[in-house]
């Protein structure tokens, strides 16, 4: 929320107060060592930009209706820099489970971007160890189509990126974009990470298992309706041209993100497109193996 001088992102801000699970830590946060309101100087001084205009760096920004660089409007779309509504405030439920509901419908400012009509819908569960994203899009419209891409940007945040390994990537071709979008294969089992990376991986598992997110543990991902999956990390020298990144952040995050990005979704006049994530913290127990 705005007065928490975090990102508009509603998944993330809402996930990281939630103080009663230490699980909240495990999505980086570019805010994680700045001053908050209400705290004290002293604290290092936080370099992210809360102006509208772009997201804070970090958690999962909500990336609608582009992805990546956009001539009509701010860069990976305006859902992530834009105020949503809360159709339903944070509520426990009689599963003990945690719900929100989000929406996003088009306006005036989104208009002189996009001109199409949408709603979108952002329905949040927060379970133990789990955190359940369901997102609607529709089109209202009687006769117009429209063509979009949909990812969220998930920062997780690592004791040491070169130590996470991701799995279900094997065999998946991808957009490499620090070799001028080549396409190429992946052969490995696992991925690491050890080096600016930015691939697109194209018809992905619809699970991946990250290792060695914060305090050592793993985290699943499973995601529904999105075939890609973004691997992103700067590394020291992209790191340095990015503002509202630290220059020694970036051992201490993984971007991890699934979309549906390297084909757009095509949506007919009256129809919806749903897709949604679950990220589990999974227990040392459980995850024997990977
Ligand atoms: O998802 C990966 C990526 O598109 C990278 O190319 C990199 O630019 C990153 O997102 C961050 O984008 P941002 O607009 O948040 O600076």
Redesign the pocket.
Known sequence: SDSNGFSRAPAYSYWLRQKETKEADVVFCRCDRGVLEGEQPGAAVCQAVFDGK??I?GGI?F?FPQ??AWTFG???GFA?VIRWTVDKSPERLPSGDVEAIFSLMDNEFTRSMWNYPFRLTYRLILREKELHFNIGVYNPSKEHTFSFNL?L?TYFKVPDVRRCQITGLHGCTFID?TRDNQIFQEGRDVVTVCEWT?R?YQNTQPEHIITNVVSGRKMRVQKYNFPDT?V?N?WLEKARD?P??GDDEFPNMI?V?S?HVSSPVILLPGTAFEASQILQVRSYLLSAGL
């Open positions: 772009k997201a760096r920004p990336v992805f990546g701010p860069g990976h992530r990812l940007h974009k930015d697109i973004v992103w700067p990015i509202d990144f971007c993100e979309g």
